[in-house]
């Protein structure tokens, strides 16, 4: 052991309660800071992982983000004459080409895709009516690109493809209209066709508005219903990697030409609200950290204060500035050290308890558990800040231990 680095320990060691006020301050710091860290992040995480999964990572629409610019205005741009209220033909909406677009799609590598057909209907049962949203879908594509087929509670997905009259509701639906599996429905477009379907699934999400809602049924059947034979509207990705869900999404824009939107770009104002409260959760606890680094700073400072001749004499026997500082910077740092170390093991302990506690949230019918992020860099990151805090608190002590005239000090004292 180095003499700086004797007289440091000595000097903590003589000083037991201010050591330990100071220690226990660290401690808890850095025990908070995690404790708070991985609950936030482990919301954070679970929010995005529930937002991921309930919804695809890219959806291809039958729209264009710009609407085309008319072919009159492109060969006259400075044209004196503008038509007004022209009537555009009525087509058949969908994805054009949805065939090729499709191939093109399914080549791009970590990606699975779906093409589906939305469109509305009213169901009629027993004299009660409501709209809905029908989504006709492929069975096998949809359980690639969907949880549907996990919050099913009756029936399943397959059950369409060994049906084509069948259809899936929400659990809100049915019990709205007192359905069941294998109820009789009437479904009708507002291109009056109407057809007859059976209930083959029923599934349960949690959100009430879906539920109600939302239906699927066969494409082949949906196409019939909606009049839109061999069309489709929306192409819905999954992919490997969510978070490239934004470069994917402007390469099959620039490719196709349709619509093609994120998750990021959908829930975009939801993803500034995570970044200002995880500001705002960093910003609280290394407060509390700062803090804790005014008890070493205070620690320090009276040590100096009270070590004056001491630091006199080990100048005028050959110490430099330097080497005095080093004695006062190892102090923060050795606080700082175990500090941390403490505050770690501490604040592993909240975060196993943490992660214990069973909340059961208003309408919910089972119990959930807090989430908790065990990232390795949270970790890291309590335990720098502290280390940062630690030695920040410990060098204008130390700095001004170093600019002591060990000449006016001695003669003062004789």
């Given at each position: 052991m180095s003499i700086q680095l004797a007289i440091a320990v000595t000097h903590l060691v003589n000083r037991k309660r201010p050591t330990l006020v100071s220690l226990i301050g660290i401690v808890l710091g850095v025990a908070f800071f995690l404790a708070v860290s991985s609950l936030m992040r482990g919301s954070e995480r679970d929010f995005i992982k529930r937002l991921i999964d309930n919804s695809p990572h890219i959806t291809v629409s039958d729209e264009y983000r710009n609407p085309e610019v008319q072919p009159a205005v492109v060969r006259w741009p400075e044209g004196a004459v503008e038509?007004?209220?022209?009537?555009?033909?009525?087509?058949?909406?969908?994805?054009?080409g949805h065939a090729q677009k499709l191939a093109f799609i399914e080549s791009l590598p970590g990606l699975r895709v779906a093409p589906v057909l939305l469109g509305s209907v009213v169901l009629t049962f027993a004299g009660r009516t409501q709209g809905v949203t029908l989504n006709g879908t492929i069975p096998a594509r949809m359980k690639e690109v969907s949880t549907i087929e996990e919050k099913l509670i009756e029936g399943s997905l397959d059950a369409l493809a060994a049906n084509p009259n069948g259809i899936v509701i929400g659990a809100g639906l049915a019990k709205r209209f007192g359905l069941s599996m294998g109820s009789i429905v009437n479904a009708a477009s507002p291109e009056g066709e109407v057809r007859t379907l059976k209930v083959v699934g029923i599934f349960r999400t949690g959100n009430a508005s879906y539920d109600e809602n939302q239906t699927f049924a066969l494409l082949k059947r949906a196409q019939g219903l909606l009049d839109r034979p061999n069309r489709v509207n929306r192409f819905i990705l999954q992919l490997d990697d969510p978070y490239a869900a934004r470069d994917v999404a402007a390469v099959i824009e620039g490719r196709i030409g349709y619509k093609s939107v994120s998750w990021l770009e959908a829930s975009e104002d939801l993803m500034s609200v995570l970044l200002v409260r995880n500001l705002i959760m960093y910003s609280v606890v290394s407060?509390?950290?700062?803090?804790?680094?005014?008890?070493?700073?205070?620690?320090?400072?009276?040590?100096?204060?009270?070590?004056?001749?001491?630091?006199?004499?080990l100048k005028s026997m050959g110490f430099h500035a330097r080497d005095v500082r080093r004695i006062f910077l190892a102090e923060g740092v050795i606080l700082g050290l175990i500090g941390s170390l403490l505050g770690l093991l501490?604040?592993?302990?909240?975060?196993?308890?943490?992660?214990?506690?069973?909340?059961?949230?208003?309408?919910?019918?089972?119990?959930?558990?807090?989430?908790?992020?065990?990232?390795?860099?949270?970790?890291?990151?309590?335990?720098?800040?502290?280390?940062?805090?630690?030695?920040?608190?410990?060098?204008?002590?130390?700095?001004?231990?170093?600019?002591?005239?060990?000449?006016?000090?001695?003669?003062?004292?004789?």
């Open positions: 038509v007004r209220r022209v009537k555009p033909l009525t087509e058949v909406r969908g994805i054009r407060a509390i950290l700062v803090v804790a680094a005014f008890g070493i700073y205070n620690t320090i400072s009276t040590i100096v204060m009270e070590k004056t001749h001491d630091i006199a004499i501490l604040g592993i302990g909240l975060m196993a308890l943490l992660g214990r506690v069973e909340l059961k949230p208003p309408g919910a019918t089972e119990f959930v558990y807090l989430p908790i992020y065990w990232g390795y860099e949270q970790y890291l990151l309590a335990a720098g800040f502290a280390m940062a805090s630690a030695i920040g608190a410990a060098y204008l002590p130390a700095r001004k231990a170093g600019r002591v005239q060990p000449v006016t000090i001695l003669r003062g004292m004789g």
